[in-house]
């Protein structure tokens, strides 16, 4: 089992930042490859960002890419995502997940965060 919390979302204006951090928990979290999704009102839970067990390859949604950075620190059982220049089509709850695979679909993911709310305002 794999627990995950996210933290760091919140309003902020368009063209701003914001850091979102998932802490980890339970089983080792260095083997898992970690991902970052989004769910819009009446959207479907979408890929932004994933990256894999020790950090060295990352993969972007084209919605996103030059603008959000995934990263994490194996040693501190957490992973980031840092978003610059926000647009206010980027406002949804963003989700970390944990996965046995380096994978950008959802349904290959074994472990879920509650989510946390970004709203970008314009």
Request: proline share 2%.
């Amino acid at each position: 089992q794999v627990q995950l919390v996210e933290s760091g979302g919140g309003l902020v204006q368009a063209g701003g930042s914001l850091r979102l951090s998932c802490a980890a928990s339970g089983r080792i979290f260095s083997s898992y490859g970690m991902g970052w999704f989004r769910q819009a009102p009446g959207a479907e839970r979408e890929f932004v960002a994933r990256i894999n067990w020790s950090g060295g390859s990352t993969y972007y949604a084209d919605s996103v890419k030059g603008r959000f950075t995934i990263s994490r620190d194996n040693a501190k059982n957490t992973v980031s995502l840092q978003m610059i220049s926000l647009k206010p089509e980027d406002t949804a709850v963003y989700y970390c997940a944990a996965s046995r695979w380096v994978t950008i679909h959802s349904s290959e993911y074994d472990y879920w965060g509650q989510g946390t709310q970004v709203t970008v305002s314009s």
